[in-house]
């Protein structure tokens, strides 16, 4: 995937065609550069597994050509300079895109399996232990919205024989006004925001984890594995309601960038409502050095013994 990133990137410099409003080369780099940072998290996760590490290694392979398989699909229809999602304009395009669908549904199984491997799984850290389950179950439905994206739109069900079945985009058409780097609909709901926001939780929730972990010598309340566990699942929680309403938001036809008042309610809701649980967690008591240790309690003086 690094190597595709890397082509992928030479092309969006020299390849000036563009294709539904955007550099033809575009999308096979976004995969790329996605699929560098979902293989690394799941090869970390894998390696914690203490148990089931050959189911866990067929899934992660199964995985890794799935994922070359999809990206090699994508690359075709880009030197072919036909679009490589929803396309039925071709029995041929059709095929292509056919052949996306089960690559992607056989990941998504994959990806399913470790996660039951890793909800199975008993790390010595409970913390580590829920930030690595809850973020595979969240990425797991991030992946899931895509496939909310092939349902035909109101337009293409009213057409005959449409040569473009499904979208990115909600209330508007894809290739319209964009936001800049991400594509993504600026006028519009687009369900790429929350698939992109769901399947990085992957990173995301993790990463929290390490810097609870490298804070905690400054800060001796992080040293405490049960605050440390009341964090991870609270972000866990906030992840999850934010993504919930990012999807709801996207299918409602909203752009990312003008929300509504029901839409800012609950996002303010959300916030209140993770502030509270932070503070909360954050209650708890401070591992502290034990008086034994750091104070020895002073005992009679020890009597030389005296031979006979």
């Known amino acids: 995937m690094a190597v595709f990133a890397v082509v992928s990137a030479g092309g969006i410099l020299l390849d000036d065609r563009t294709l539904v409003g955007a550099p033809i080369w575009t999308k096979p780099f976004k995969f790329a ?30 995985v890794t050509v799935t994922s070359a398989l999809e990206m090699a699909l994508i690359t075709l229809q880009v030197v072919r300079g036909r679009q490589s999602h929803f396309n039925q304009e071709t029995a041929f395009d059709a095929a292509v895109f056919q052949a996306m669908g089960v690559t992607v549904v056989i990941l998504w199984l994959a990806a399913l399996t470790i996660a039951v491997l890793l909800l199975r799984t008993r790390l010595l850290d409970p913390a580590t232990a829920w930030a690595v389950r809850l973020s595979s179950l969240i990425a797991l439905a991030g992946a899931a919205v895509g496939f909310l994206m092939v349902q035909p739109t109101p337009a293409q069900r009213a057409a005959t024989d449409p040569p473009i079945v499904g979208a990115h985009s909600v209330g508007v058409p894809d290739g319209g006004p964009s936001l800049p780097v991400t594509g993504w609909a600026a006028t519009g ?3 790429r925001i929350a698939h992109f926001f769901g399947m990085h939780a992957l990173q ?36 999850t309601a934010a993504f919930v309403l990012l999807t709801w938001q996207a299918l409602r036809g909203q ?6 008042t029901t839409t800012l309610t609950t996002a303010a809701a ?17 591992p502290s050095p034990s008086p034994s240790l750091s104070h020895p309690t002073p005992g009679p003086t020890p009597q030389p013994r005296r031979l006979p």
């Not at 970390?44 to 290694?57: D, N, T, Y």
């Not at 752009?255 to 509504?260: C, I, M």
């Not at 959300?270 to 401070?286: E, K, M």
């Open 33 to 62: 550069v996605s699929f560098v940072a979902y293989s690394l998290s799941l090869a970390w996760m894998l390696s914690l597994l203490p148990r089931a590490k050959r189911a866990g290694w067929w899934a992660g392979t199964v």
């Open 189 to 191: 709901g687009d369900l």
């Open 204 to 239: 995301l929730l993790p990463l929290l984890l390490l810097v609870l972990t490298a804070l905690a010598p400054r800060l001796p309340r992080l040293a405490d594995p049960g605050i440390r566990l009341r964090l991870v699942l609270t972000a866990s929680a906030a992840y």
């Open 255 to 260: 752009p990312l960038l003008h929300p509504d």
């Open 270 to 286: 959300i916030t209140i409502l993770t502030a509270t649980a932070t503070a909360l967690s954050l209650r708890g008591a401070s």
